[in-house]
């Protein structure tokens, strides 16, 4: 039964919303200039838009959770083997549920707005549902003339796919769906979407105090109340940013957590102009310069978040990204959205320039500005640097609509195209972060900033000298960079240390340098002097298929066999199935029920719960010469409804280096194996023998009554041999049958020992010599390329990324608590 009325709620939720936002939008352009009954009523408007979104969402959870897959959306993003935390994902897997993520943030930061600065309210909430009529555009899903307007998470399966069955059985609905991607089948895909969008959300609201002062004539004023949510916006995206890192980290099999994918780049380049945007309005508070520039780059920030929608969801991006959204026909609606608040934002800016406040007096080298100026400069020149590159397949459309065939391609060489130029404005970054925090607190001369720079400036110099010499560190930009991070690090905390004593309120900006030092110290030993464990010192060619530094930097494993790579010896244990009741299982010990989630153990008869029965794990034990032991269990996910095949590491965490290892390829487990011509051997009980060169001895013979379960007609005989055989590190027991039945057919059940790779079968039973003739047949052991890298100091990556954080919250909080005593006083905040 096709359950139509969910749909149609939802439907109807999502014009409500698209409606509701227009008219919210309307009032508030009509309470401009503090209309208190324009207000009221665009206030009690957009409450409904609010209510009409949570509806939309609670629709579309409903039918995700109840497997509707006669709907799209469900059958395209979901199924019903996955666990309640991936249902979850599956919500924005897709663009409509990501748009639908952008819209939720958007209407909670407006009921937030309006309930906390009455001031601003009309404004700034103009501003804030004109992004929403836009949005909620892109989810509707109407047909205008031959015009789609958006596209709706709400439609049938038989409205989107032109498949036979339909016109037969209209009313078909699939028994499951497609499912989620694998690659998103990690918990990180729980919590770093939210957050990224939560990020995306936040960056309008200091573009919506920019813009709303520019239209009401309070050219100035808006920077009091927009700089602790642009501080908020950096912090919320920076954690978005770093989750989708740490995601790629531990579940992408390229190596790393960064890989300049353009999606990654569009994100971090409205970051960084963010940052820099912070710093400039910061500037402007203490001195009342460079207003024109902090709305510049606030409203760029806003712009190229704008950007990176266009760049990841209109299909431009083609196979040059991982992340991107394939094109659902909405490119034309996101291109109008971009070009609307371009045109606005340098409208309005046009016409408030003149009035608009400029710095007249030239800037000092030794005043604050000048290095704040400095800094914010470096941060614009690194994202325009990545967006350089990012924007490739842009020129090509735009070349394209003038007849040109530019044809430019993404970069090949990563390394020259991103990580050394940022290397190198990063050198620059973190000598200005560790000098300009001296010229913030206090006035300077040459003579005095000498002096306050020395002991900072030795102290890194003593500190650096030490790792370069210990860590073999010899990459000349490497040591540039390990010196001024000391430095930034060293003059950070000088200058901490005296704010601690003062005001620990004031702290927000060193701790955040500081944690930025951190950071490029992390990526610099991590990324620079990672090392491969597990290098193919052979003159072996794994695969025609692979590149060359894949071929070099693997390893081939055979099952229980162990393997020295440098300090560790390593041992492929075999493939695992995980399970919530026993943990991680030898899959050869578990026989498959009708529930694909369901499994049961050979040795106990007991039924476990698969967690996911798409995921297999590799176990790997790693025995150092210390004599430490662990294990690792990387994983691969088969995904057949999408005929992926994903790989994905698993890390031995510690507090110098990660262990990082990652499965490259194993055998096909739907392949048949390539068995060898049978060879015969003639025991009695007791007799040893060898079998694929391993020891075995026939224990026993056993007369059976029952076979599989379903006991024997009268006339039959059966009876199994017991045969112990020695493995590696343990004993493994096969046990062929051999059937008479009706004394006449003669059947012959083989058994199979998977890890020690053979087969055995009884052949016959010749009862006057007590004797059993038996026929074996082997084939190629389980066996696994992988890599094994080591990390070094990665963890400084991830406590810089906490301290950054932190002193965002620290800046955050007191520029809050500066509004609100403002605020309550009476100023017009």
């Known amino acids: 039964m096709i359950h139509y009325f969910e749909g149609q709620l939802g439907h109807a939720l999502v014009i409500t919303a698209f409606v509701t936002s227009i008219l919210s939008a309307y009032a508030y352009f009509r309470a401009r200039n503090q209309d208190p009954e324009w207000t009221a009523f665009g206030t009690k408007v957009f409450y409904i838009h609010a209510i009409a979104v949570l509806g939309i969402i609670g629709t579309l959870f409903y039918l995700i959770t109840n497997h509707y897959f006669e709907y799209h959306y469900v059958f395209s993003h979901s199924s019903k083997i996955l666990p309640v935390h991936y249902q979850i994902s599956c919500f924005w897997e897709g663009q409509e549920g990501s748009f639908l993520l952008w819209i939720f943030w958007n209407a909670v930061l407006g009921v937030i707005l309006i309930n906390t600065n009455k001031f601003w309210k009309a404004p700034v909430m103009l501003v804030m549902t004109l992004t929403q009529i836009f949005l909620t555009s892109m989810i509707l899903g109407v047909v205008f003339f031959d015009l789609k307007l958006g596209s709706s998470p709400f439609m049938l399966l038989r409205e989107v796919i032109d498949a036979p069955i339909f016109k037969s059985n209209p009313n078909f609905i699939p028994e499951d769906g497609n499912g989620l991607n694998p690659l998103l089948q990690n918990y990180w895909m729980v919590i770093h979407p939210p957050t990224l969008f939560l990020g995306f959300a936040t960056t309008v609201v200091p573009f919506a105090y920019c813009i709303g002062g520019l239209i009401i004539g309070k050219n100035k004023e808006w920077i009091r109340p927009a700089l602790p949510w642009a501080q908020f916006s950096a912090m919320i995206l920076g954690v978005g940013i770093l989750m989708g890192a740490y995601w790629a980290y531990e579940t992408l099999n390229f190596g790393g957590y960064w890989n300049w994918d353009p999606v990654e780049n569009a994100i971090y380049v409205p970051w960084l102009v963010l940052v820099a945007a912070i710093h400039v309005m910061i500037a402007y508070k203490k001195s009342g310069s460079a207003l024109k520039l902090s709305m510049i780059l606030v409203v760029t920030s806003f712009i190229l978040i704008l950007y990176a929608t266009f760049l990841t969801r209109s299909g431009i991006l083609g196979n040059s990204s991982v992340h991107s959204f394939t094109d659902l026909g909405l490119s034309g609606q996101l291109l109008i959205y971009l070009l609307v608040f371009v045109l606005l934002s340098i409208f309005f800016i046009a016409k408030r320039w003149k009035d608009i406040p400029a710095t007249k007096e030239e800037t000092s080298t030794y005043s604050r500005e000048f290095w704040i100026f400095m800094g914010s400069a470096i941060l614009c020149l690194m994202a325009f640097q990545v967006l350089l590159y990012t924007s490739m397949p842009v020129y090509n459309q735009v070349a394209g609509l003038f007849g040109f065939d530019l044809n430019l391609a993404p970069p090949t060489d990563i390394y020259d195209a991103y990580s050394l130029p940022q290397?190198?404005?990063?050198?620059?970054?973190?000598?200005?972060?560790?000098?300009?925090?001296?010229?913030?607190?206090?006035?300077?001369?040459?003579?005095?900033?000498?002096?306050?720079?020395?002991?900072?400036?030795?102290?890194?110099?003593?500190?650096?000298?030490?790792?370069?010499?210990?860590?073999?560190?010899?990459?000349?930009?490497?040591?540039?960079?390990?010196?001024?991070?000391?430095?930034?690090?060293?003059?950070?905390?000088?200058?901490?240390?005296?704010?601690?004593?003062?005001?620990?309120?004031?702290?927000?900006?060193?701790?955040?340098?500081?944690?930025?030092?951190?950071?490029?110290?992390?990526?610099?030993?991590?990324?620079?002097?990672?090392?491969?464990?597990?290098?193919?010192?052979?003159?072996?060619?794994?695969?025609?298929?692979?590149?060359?530094?894949?071929?070099?930097?693997?390893?081939?494993?055979?099952?229980?066999e162990p393997r020295q790579m440098k300090e560790y010896s390593m041992i492929y244990r075999g493939v695992r199935k995980e399970t919530r009741e026993k943990g991680y299982v030898d899959q050869n010990k578990l026989i498959p029920t009708i529930d694909p989630l369901k499994v049961v153990m050979l040795e106990s008869s007991d039924t476990l719960t698969l967690i996911s029965p798409e995921n297999s794990y590799f176990e790997v034990e790693y025995h150092s010469e210390a004599g430490k032991q662990f294990t690792l269990f990387p994983r691969v996910q088969i995904n057949k409804a999408m005929d992926m095949i994903v790989y994905s590491p698993d890390i031995k965490r510690k507090l110098s280096a990660d262990m990082y290892t990652h499965v490259r390829t194993f055998p096909d487990p739907d392949q048949e194996p390539d068995w060898s011509d049978p060879e015969e051997i003639k025991v009695t009980i007791g007799d040893q023998f060898f079998i694929n060169d391993y020891v075995a001895t026939l224990e026993r013979m056993e007369p059976i009554s029952e076979i599989d379960g379903t006991p024997l007609s009268s006339g039959d005989v059966a009876v199994k041999a017991v045969i112990n055989v020695q493995g590696e590190y343990l004993n493994y027991s096969a046990e062929p049958v051999f059937v008479i039945r009706n004394q006449e057919y003669v059947g012959r059940i083989d058994d199979q020992v998977n890890d020690l790779a053979f087969r055995i079968s009884i052949q016959n039973i010749i009862p006057n010599e007590g004797a059993v003739i038996l026929a074996y047949q082997t084939t190629q052991k389980d066996w696994i390329i992988m890599e094994a890298v080591k990390k070094p100091w990665i963890n400084l990556l991830w406590l810089g990324t906490i301290l950054l954080m932190f002193g965002f919250l620290v800046a955050i909080r007191r520029r809050y608590v500066e509004f609100v005593k403002m605020r309550d006083k009476g100023v017009e905040v």
């Open 423 to 560: 290397l190198i404005l990063s050198v620059f970054l973190a000598i200005l972060s560790g000098t300009g925090q001296f010229f913030w607190w206090k006035k300077m001369d040459g003579k005095k900033l000498r002096e306050e720079l020395r002991t900072p400036f030795l102290i890194s110099l003593i500190i650096s000298g030490a790792i370069i010499l210990i860590g073999k560190i010899t990459e000349p930009y490497y040591i540039i960079l390990l010196v001024t991070c000391t430095y930034s690090i060293s003059a950070n905390a000088k200058i901490l240390a005296g704010v601690a004593r003062s005001n620990i309120k004031l702290s927000g900006g060193s701790i955040a340098h500081i944690g930025v030092a951190l950071m490029l110290i992390g990526i610099l030993f991590s990324s620079g002097y990672s090392s491969i464990l597990s290098t193919n010192y052979t003159s072996m060619v794994w695969s025609n298929e692979f590149p060359e530094e894949v071929n070099r930097d693997n390893l081939l494993l055979f099952i229980n």
